[in-house]
């Protein structure tokens, strides 16, 4: 890794982590300020949810209604739309673009004249995603805390959040490596960002789809969204092994592959 | 004998089934100032990319001092300085900004020394944003970055592109006086009157392939003779029994011009038995000896 690489580069997606971090933050605290509203009007709500597709409830991260109504199922729903979604998309357009826009903007022809290997460049400009990704992660986490503190009615478990926060990182880091290996794929420069905006929502309503018709739940499993514990509320809610297991081996794998493409990768500018 | 700066070997390299260079063999010596010419999509940038390892070789091999450009790209790249055609430095960054970046490639200073002096020589304004400069700012910005760490080969692609003659003149007493101190360049363009005042030898490249590697002074004095020759009238005009003419006489009028690469003797002798009205013989300019190869 080449810290001087390193250091401009996060200083160039500065800006944008922390639009991002606002962004979601901001959401985050705006939605959970409507908690106490929400619980006050709870028969309004049920009636008005009641005329709601499943399909649609489902696709909001909604998968019992009464989880609403406690604390923590109120901002998990939310948390799904924010960060699981959200979060993905930032993950990916992020690392899609980092190796990339050197390429498209003909900065390529500069960066790989210095004296660096393309490992260097790729484990630096990684570890920029990374580190953003989790920032983005430990910031909404702790603000989305906060707020649960303080609009609370009754305590929560903080054991789940935890492990639901920790869900939404490795979920987030595994889009950050498949945004590496789908730019190390790409032959001639242009920006895949609409790929990837598409490729994250298309897994999502994939996972949506499985989950609201019958017959269709082993598609979920073609998603990561399958392997996320969304259950906040369950009693024995817990970091499985096989999630884990699945996220870390597959976004390790995804990066390993990624490097050895980013070596022997061709520059056309 | 000391190593080559540059020593290619058999170079071929393929977009899948379309020509980017074939078979290319070429050697460039310590200190030299070597030009390497050719038409927009003869080869000359893939060349370069393949010695700066962006591409890799399909077959063949590459050498910088006596360095393979795949295997010790790294170790080359500190010893090398690099000015591509496009001028593209990252525009979001100040002028100060971008010099001190790369020059921290190098050492851990930056090299602010070097950057002063040579912001200096080019009458750069540090501050200026480079989305804000001109073409001919980038390319000076190119340049300046090129050279931060006194590399010991330079490799330069159409550097001229943009630049006003005051700092072309600049850059190359520039050029001269680090290849004086020892600095290979490695000169591509398609301006001949750039390479023809700055380089000693030089290689034409087209369609891919090496046509000739030439001193510059033997490309000149090499026989080809440009040969205006007035007759008494348009009827007269004959060049027959004359071998040596290279491509196709002009004729207008009662003259013709052509280029000769024969003996002058036989020349004036196969002309003596004609009516000559007039007649003149000139050296080519590089250009036209260019464009003789290139027909």
Not at chain 1, 81 to 110: H, P
Not at chain 2, 93 to 105: A, P, V
Request: charged share 20%.
């Amino acid at each position: 890794m080449n810290m001087n690489l390193f250091r401009r580069e996060l200083r160039s997606n500065a800006l944008s982590l922390l639009i991002w971090t606002s962004v979601i933050t901001a959401l985050t605290a705006l939605t959970m300020s409507f908690y106490g509203v929400f619980l006050e009007n709870n028969e309004k709500i049920l009636a008005m949810i009641s005329i709601i597709p499943e399909g649609t409830l489902q696709f909001k991260g909604i998968s019992d209604v009464d989880d609403l109504f406690s604390v923590l199922g109120f901002y998990s729903a939310n948390n799904v739309i924010y960060m699981l979604v959200l979060g993905s998309i930032y993950s990916i357009v992020l690392s899609s673009g980092i190796l990339l826009r050197e390429e498209y903007n003909k900065t390529a022809e500069f960066l790989l004249a210095w004296p660096l290997s393309r490992s260097e460049i790729f484990f630096s400009k990684a570890a920029v995603v990374f580190m953003n990704v989790a920032v983005i992660n430990i910031v909404t986490a702790v603000a989305g805390y906060i707020t649960l503190e303080i609009v609370k009615r009754e305590p929560f478990s903080t054991d789940a959040f935890i492990i639901m926060s920790a869900y939404t990182l490795l979920l987030n880091l595994f889009f950050a490596s498949l945004g590496l290996f789908m730019s190390t794929l790409v032959k001639r420069a242009r920006p895949i960002t609409t790929l990837s905006i598409g490729l994250v929502l298309i897994l999502y309503f994939i996972f949506t789809i499985s989950n609201i018709t019958e017959g269709f739940s082993v598609i979920g499993y073609a998603t990561p969204y399958k392997f996320v514990g969304m259950d906040t509320l369950a009693p024995d809610y817990r970091l499985e092994f096989i999630s884990v297991l699945y996220f870390v081996g597959l976004s390790l794998l995804l990066t390993f592959i990624a490097v050895r493409l980013y070596r022997r990768k061709e520059i056309y500018l | 004998m000391s190593t080559p700066a540059i020593q290619i070997s058999d170079l071929t390299k393929r977009y899948g089934k379309d020509r980017g260079i074939d078979n290319i063999n070429l050697q460039v010596e310590e200190g030299e100032i070597f030009g390497f010419i050719g038409p927009n999509g003869a080869g000359k940038s893939t060349t370069i990319r393949v010695l700066l390892n962006l591409l890799f070789p399909t077959s063949g091999e590459a050498r910088i001092m006596g360095l393979d450009v795949v295997r010790d790209s790294k170790v080359i790249k500190q010893k090398t300085g690099y000015v591509p055609s496009d001028a593209n430095a990252y525009p979001q960054m100040e002028t100060n900004e971008f010099l001190q970046y790369c020059g921290r490639f190098f050492s851990r200073g930056g090299n602010e020394r070097r950057i002063d002096e040579l912001t200096e020589l080019f009458e750069v304004d540090r501050k200026r944003k480079i989305a804000d400069l001109s073409m001919g700012n980038r390319k000076k910005i190119s340049i300046i970055q090129s050279l931060l760490h006194e590399p010991e080969l330079l490799i330069v692609d159409e550097p001229t592109m943009g630049l006003d003659p005051l700092m072309q003149a600049r850059f190359f007493e520039l050029l001269r006086s680090e290849s004086r101190r020892g600095m290979t360049v490695f000169y591509s363009s398609h301006t001949l009157s750039d390479v023809q005042m700055l380089c000693k030898r030089v290689a034409i490249i087209r369609e891919g392939r090496i046509i000739k590697v030439e001193e510059i002074e033997t490309l000149r004095k090499r026989q080809l003779k440009k040969i205006f020759v007035e007759f008494g009238s348009a009827e007269e005009i004959s060049l027959a029994g004359l071998p040596g003419i290279e491509g196709t006489p002009t004729v207008t009028g009662r003259s013709v011009r052509f280029l000769y690469s024969g003996e002058i003797n036989q020349l004036l002798s196969v002309l003596s038995s004609r009516n000559i009205a007039d007649m003149t013989v000139e050296e080519p300019s590089l250009e036209e000896i260019f464009m003789h190869y290139y027909n």
